[in-house]
């Protein structure tokens, strides 16, 4: 017994969480940090922490506890938005119930959360997530928060891959990826036209090691748009990226005036301003 609670890796908070759609009461389940099971590796261009398999606890996947999920009607949301969901909008939600349950049960059919999440349920929450903020008025910054639930939906499911490979864990990555970079270039294009407003976000990630703020939105959705945008339409793709290439340029002092800098945002955002030059078959010399 003693040797089974020293290897738990998540607990139940002692908080009771009310679900503001189905009022069904619960506790959310939190990830343990301590003794060794976080060993932080390598940060990606997409700015996902890697970490390291600990020899006492295995593999640990921080984003699979991030999502609060109702366990009865499935509604989620970040876990400061789900409390305040407004009640105007609660049917529209109760509504979608059994649609949402069967949309998730058929891309993850082992979901489950009334069980300890493990990669299958920690992509679903994301994926719920992702689906729910469809809800939520615009003072929340859905838009963003969606493309960040699908980008951790893409990470999760790039875990699942490895441990079950030829399951189309990988195709379904790259689809949720695609959609994460279709709506971050939205956010940012209603931020630009004043609809939607992204005061509603306190905490960018888009991991959950650092917060890397407005830049770091402004990056990622550059290099999604790289490495996942449309490119059926040559001429298209050349403005687009042309777009990004002038506004990592502008935001981090990119270019021929460029100076080294320190952190990895900055040196992300250099290899992300070569990279397109690449494409474009530009320089800068």
Same mark, same amino acid.
């Not at 060794?36 to 295995?58: F, M």
């Not at 489950?112 to 939520?136: K, W």
């Given at each position: ?24 009461? +619960? ?23 890697? %970490?390291?398999?600990?020899?006492? %606890?295995?593999?640990? %996947?921080p984003l699979n506890y991030q999502a ?13 938005? +789900?409390?305040? +969901? ?95 970079? +279709? ?53 298209q793709r050349i403005f687009s990226l ?44």
């Amino acid at each position: 017994m003693i040797e089974e609670r020293e290897l738990r890796v998540s607990f139940q908070s002692k908080e009771e969480i009310v679900c503001p759609v189905c009022e069904t009461v +619960f506790h959310r389940e939190e990830l343990l940090t301590g003794s060794g099971r976080l060993i932080a590796g390598a940060l990606t261009d997409e700015l996902h922490r890697l %970490y390291e398999p600990s020899a006492k %606890y295995g593999d640990i %996947y921080p984003l699979n506890y991030q999502a609060t999920v109702c366990p009865e009607c499935w509604f989620a949301s970040m876990d400061k938005d +789900f409390p305040l +969901f407004p009640p105007d909008l609660v049917k529209k939600v109760q509504a979608d119930r059994k649609k949402r349950m069967a949309d998730t049960r058929l891309i993850f059919p082992e979901a489950d959360f009334h069980e300890p999440r493990e990669l299958v349920s920690g992509a679903a929450s994301q994926y719920l997530t992702l689906r729910c903020y469809d809800f939520f008025p615009n003072e929340f910054s859905p838009t963003l928060k969606q493309g960040l639930a699908a980008l951790r939906a893409g990470w999760l499911l790039d875990e699942l891959d490895k441990k079950a490979a030829g399951q189309h864990y990988d195709w379904l990555a790259l689809l949720f990826k695609k959609k994460a970079q +279709f709506l971050y270039s939205e956010a940012l294009r209603l931020e630009l036209a004043g609809k939607e407003s992204l005061s509603g976000i306190k905490f960018f990630g888009p991991d959950t090691d650092k917060n890397y703020s407005y830049e770091g939105a402004l990056y990622l959705s550059a290099l999604l748009d790289l490495k996942y945008g449309p490119s059926d339409n040559a001429a298209q793709r050349i403005f687009s990226l042309g777009e990004s290439k002038r506004t990592i340029a502008k935001i981090f002092g990119l270019g021929k005036s460029s100076k080294s800098k320190p952190g990895p945002l900055l040196e992300h955002a250099r290899n992300l301003y070569n990279n397109i030059n690449k494409e474009l078959n530009e320089t800068d010399d």
